[in-house]
C-alpha cells in the first residue's frame, strides 16, 4: 500500500497570503495525483488532477506541481472561502490512499 | 448538473448488516466508474470500495473484504453497498464518488454507526 503523508497538519496563514502544501508518497506514483478540498459538512471537492491540471470551476490561485513522490498544491492570495482542510489521493495503485489532510485556518 | 444522492444509513448493532444507496443523475451513470469512500467522524478519508462501468472489475479495502459487496444497476442509475459483519470502526459517513481515475464528484454522504 502506498502512504501519503501530508504537512503541515495544520497551517495558519491570513487571507491574502500564500500558503503551500506537502504531500509525500511512500514510493513513486509518477502524476497520478489529486487534491481535494473539504470543508465542514461537506463532501471532499476536486480541485487538482494529475498532479497539476485545474479541475472545472477551480480558481486560478490553486496551482499543483510535483512529480514521482513529491508534491505541492499553492495557494495563491487565500480568499476566506479557502479555509478548509486539503487532502492528496494517489490513485496509480490499489488501494487507492489518502493522505491525513492538511487544515487551513486562519 | 452532476448529483449523487446517497441514502441507507442508520444505525445497527455490531455483527449486523446494512445496505446504502447512491443515486446518480445528471450525467451518463454507465460510462463512469464508481467508489465509495467512507470518513471517520473528524478523522481522515479512507477508500472502501470501486467497481468499473460493467461490474467486470471489482476491488475493495482490505479492512472490507470478505465483509462488504459492491454492486451497480446501470439501468436504475443506482450503485450500492452491502455491508455485512459490521463492527464499530466501521462507524462513518460513506459517500459515493464518481470516478473517471480520479473521483471528480461526491455525493453528501450517509452516515453509518454500529453500536449496541
Known amino acids: 500500500e502506498i502512504v501519503m503523508t501530508q504537512s503541515p497538519a495544520t497551517l495558519s496563514v491570513s487571507p491574502g497570503e500564500r500558503a503551500t502544501l506537502s504531500c509525500r508518497a511512500s514510493q513513486s506514483v509518477n502524476n497520478n495525483l489529486a487534491w481535494y478540498q473539504q470543508k465542514p459538512g461537506q463532501a471532499p471537492r476536486l480541485l487538482i488532477y494529475?498532479?497539476?491540471t485545474r479541475a472545472t470551476d477551480t480558481p486560478a490561485r490553486f496551482s499543483g506541481s510535483g512529480s514521482g513522490t513529491e508534491f505541492t498544491l499553492t495557494i495563491n492570495s487565500l480568499q476566506s472561502e479557502d479555509f478548509a482542510v486539503y487532502y492528496c489521493?494517489?490513485?496509480?495503485?490499489?488501494?487507492?490512499?489518502f493522505g491525513q489532510g492538511t487544515k487551513v485556518e486562519i | 448538473e452532476v448529483q449523487l444522492v446517497e441514502s441507507g444509513g442508520g444505525l445497527v448493532q455490531p455483527g449486523g448488516s446494512l445496505r446504502i444507496f447512491c443515486a446518480a443523475s445528471g450525467f451518463t451513470f454507465s460510462n463512469y466508474n464508481m467508489n465509495w469512500v467512507r470518513q471517520t467522524p473528524g478523522k481522515g478519508l479512507e477508500w472502501v470500495s470501486y467497481?468499473?462501468?460493467?461490474?467486470?472489475?471489482?476491488y475493495y479495502a482490505d479492512s472490507v473484504k470478505g465483509r462488504f459487496t459492491i454492486s451497480r444497476d446501470n439501468a436504475k442509475n443506482s450503485l450500492y453497498l452491502q455491508m455485512n459483519s459490521l463492527r464499530a470502526e466501521d462507524t462513518a459517513i460513506y459517500y459515493c464518488a464518481r470516478a473517471i481515475r480520479w473521483p471528480d464528484y461526491w455525493g453528501q454522504g450517509t452516515l453509518v454507526t454500529v453500536s449496541s
Open positions: 467497481i468499473s462501468t460493467g461490474s467486470g472489475t471489482i
Open positions: 494529475g498532479a497539476s
Open positions: 489521493q494517489q490513485y496509480i495503485n490499489w488501494p487507492r490512499t
